[in-house]
């Protein structure tokens, strides 16, 4: 049996008419940038997601850019973010001037840890980017609090974790702004890059809109030099159409995660447990094993691809070795790290697939 760890195509191919229609009706248009598509897309997302504000932005990366640039975070400030992340939680921080400060994590949860973030936080500290990782909630609202307590600000990377609720409130409303990757292998993929910022804040979105748009409101009038970071009409007519499918398919990985936790369970894998008043979308189906080799192994000669995310922690990356990160400065985050291990999951995912993927840990990994 040959099982992907995302299956893009069968989506593509359900949607081929649809899609292609959405495409036309750009075309026709000619509005190829700004314009009618990506307000429609912008009103759309908030209706379904949750949100008062919204900016389309070029992708996942630059929302958090923008976001850290209308807040006005730059050189001397510093900016907590987990160790746990994908870089693009990272890059922006750099990029604006700031210093990165990674932060260890919980060893049960994978969330952040308190303690650590009491200990890195200091009299520089302008921002925390909180990471609802793999689809699962981060515990926001103690996170809200810490921030509001430390006046530090909040940002939500929400690259994972579209349609994600915690307290039935959804994410990316808790801080000041929440940021999204429209990367075509995220539960709401584009047929190429795109990304959004939300926020309950006008002028933030204001802000964001004008950064992603060379610094201006009108046509030839640049407030600021700025750059473009916009988001493509073609993206925008393609995310409304397949908007549209997300609840369904948000539904089919909770029920994909909830068959993987039923199997699982009983064979003592550490499971990632979703904090109770939260409802998880499963981006990423995570488990540990000790023997993760093996198991990869196992699974690439059954025809079962695996990933891991992420196999090199924030802190063991060269990438910031400038700011004298090194490893073995990070206990929880860098053991994880060589634990491990990231199971098929997408929408169609069938449960003799399902089946199939235990039945291959049952005999090769050990926990
Ligand atoms: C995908 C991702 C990003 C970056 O999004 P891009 O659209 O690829 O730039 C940032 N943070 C996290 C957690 C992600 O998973």
Redesign the pocket.
């Known amino acids: 049996m040959k099982i992907p760890l995302v299956d893009l195509q069968v989506q593509t191919s359900a949607l081929r008419n649809e899609l292609l229609n959405a495409v036309s009706e750009v075309m026709d248009s000619c509005q190829f940038i700004q314009g009618p598509f990506v307000e429609r897309f912008e009103e759309d997302f908030l209706a379904l997601h949750g949100g008062e504000f919204a900016a389309g932005c070029s992708?996942?990366?630059?929302a958090?850019t923008l976001v850290l640039r209308a807040l006005g975070i730059g050189r001397n400030d510093e900016v907590l973010i987990p160790n746990n992340?994908?870089i693009?939680?990272a890059e922006p921080v750099v990029e604006s001037g700031a210093m990165p400060i990674f932060v260890d994590i919980e060893r049960e949860s994978y969330r952040l840890s308190l303690v650590d973030l009491e200990r890195k936080k200091s009299s520089k500290t302008k921002a925390l980017i909180a990471?609802h990782?793999y689809g699962l909630s981060e515990n926001i609202e103690v996170l809200k609090d810490w921030c509001e307590a430390n006046e530090i600000f909040l940002i939500e990377?929400c690259?994972?974790s579209h349609l994600c609720r915690f307290s039935d409130r959804p994410v990316g409303t808790f801080g000041v702004a929440g940021t999204f990757?429209?990367?075509p292998g995220?539960n709401l993929g584009a047929l190429g890059?795109a990304?959004l910022v939300i926020s309950n804040n006008r002028e933030l979105i204001e802000k964001v809109k004008m950064w992603a748009d060379h610094g201006r409101r009108k046509k030839y009038f640049h407030e600021f030099s700025a750059g473009n970071y916009r988001m493509d009409a073609l993206q925008a007519s393609i995310l409304s159409v397949k908007l549209r499918y997300l609840t369904e398919w948000t539904n089919r990985r909770v029920e994909v995660a909830r068959e993987y936790d039923r199997i699982l369970s009983k064979m003592g894998f550490k499971l990632l447990k979703p904090i109770p008043s939260s409802s998880p979308v499963y981006h990423l189906y995570v488990i540990e094993v000790s023997n993760r080799e093996q198991v990869r192994q196992a699974f690439k000669n059954a025809g079962v691809a695996s990933g891991i995310h992420y196999p090199v922690p924030l802190n063991c990356q060269p990438a910031f070795q400038q700011y004298g990160y090194q490893k073995g400065q990070f206990e929880v985050s860098e053991y994880v790290a060589d634990r491990i291990i990231s199971l098929p999951i997408f929408p169609e995912l069938e449960k003799t697939e399902i089946a199939y993927v235990c039945d291959i840990l049952s005999k090769e990994a050990t926990p």
């Open positions: 992708n996942g990366t630059s958090i992340t994908f693009g939680t990471v990782l990377d690259a994972q990757s429209f990367y995220k890059d990304g």
